[in-house]
């Protein structure tokens, strides 16, 4: 297991947007997916920029003070994520704003990422979780910029889940890149749209999840285990063509996404198997959806908040023994048709 690199965190400050918020902006509406999210789940990535054009390490305050400008700049955009939940009804904009941390390692970024443990998040480098719990209302939005001792660099960010799903990330972070590479005209960004509540209006008995009902899908962190699978490009090009389903009204290669859940969920049952010899075994594969394209009125990509729900697919341990992954390929096909039949028409 690889060691643990240190980090030494130097500077602590709360960015706010760029421009205040205007008087009928600063009651932003949750709408009722949202309101279905808990208060502290979050979307976590870290982002890792190698130094390649050798730039000397004291540009390290350069690139800083660009970070936090473009950040500043973004919030202006994303208004709500520099606000406060209220309750579980509505977000109060009126510009907290975002904690932003420096901090300096004193090892090398590609000797981190050649030894890096694919069974465990590289925690060091995301803000610390103990900066979610501090509050009755934390921020949205938290980040943390790690300078290595090569100059390279790594970016950590958590977004509350219950402001937006991994599709709202995405374009934070989109339009947060096209700002800090010193694009000034927003002009060139796509247009956001925060009208999500419009067409989900919030309900006012949704307070919040029900415990009891929170409890029974939670896993316990001693029960869930996490790892990093990384697969090149041709491996995947391969893997579509071995798992390309020949005959059906499903048949057709798949995507590289539908391949690779194919091959992994393949890998779990087969593993089930030999731990539990003599048991009889039911599998359920539960897989998220993006609803946004696929209702009857449907969504632009930018628009803001939460719009995943899920579907899912059941096969029983005598199934599993003679399933090829373009089986469960021809599955996966299967449950998103009966999705889109069903659930996402009775959101649309």
Known sequence: ?????????????????????????KHYKLSLLDQLVRLNVYTTKIFFNPNNHNFPTSQALLVLNRLKESLSKALTRFYPLAGRFKGNAFIDCRD????????????????????????????????????????????QLHVQAAFF?????????????????????????????????????????????????????????????????????AVSGDKCITKRFVFDEAKIAALKVKATVSTGQWRGQP??????TALIWRCATSAARRTNKGFPLHFVKHQLVNIRKRIELPFSENTIGNFVQYFSVEIDNQETKTMELQDLVALLRKGIEGFDEGEAKRLG
């Open 255 to 260: 995507t590289r996404a539908e391949a690779i």
């Open 149 to 217: 001792a090569c100059g390279g660099l790594a970016v950590g960010l958590y977004m509350s889940h219950k402001f937006g799903d991994g599709g709202t990330f995405s374009r934070f972070v989109k339009d947060w890149t096209f700002l800090s590479r010193g694009g000034h005209s927003q002009t060139l960004l796509p247009a956001l749209d925060f009208t999500a509540s419009s067409s989900f209006p919030p309900s006012v008995s949704a307070v919040q999840p029900p415990t009891d009902e929170a409890k029974r899908f």
């Open 1 to 25: 297991m690889a060691e643990e690199m240190k980090i030494e965190i130097i500077s602590r400050e709360t960015l706010k947007p760029s421009s205040p918020t205007p008087n009928h902006l």
């Open 96 to 139: 907290d704003g975002a904690p932003f941390i420096e901090a300096r390692s004193h090892g090398f970024l590609s000797m981190f990422l050649r030894n890096l443990d694919n069974e465990k998040l590289p925690e060091p480098f995301l803000p610390p979780k103990s900066d979610l719990s501090k509050r009755l209302s934390p921020p």
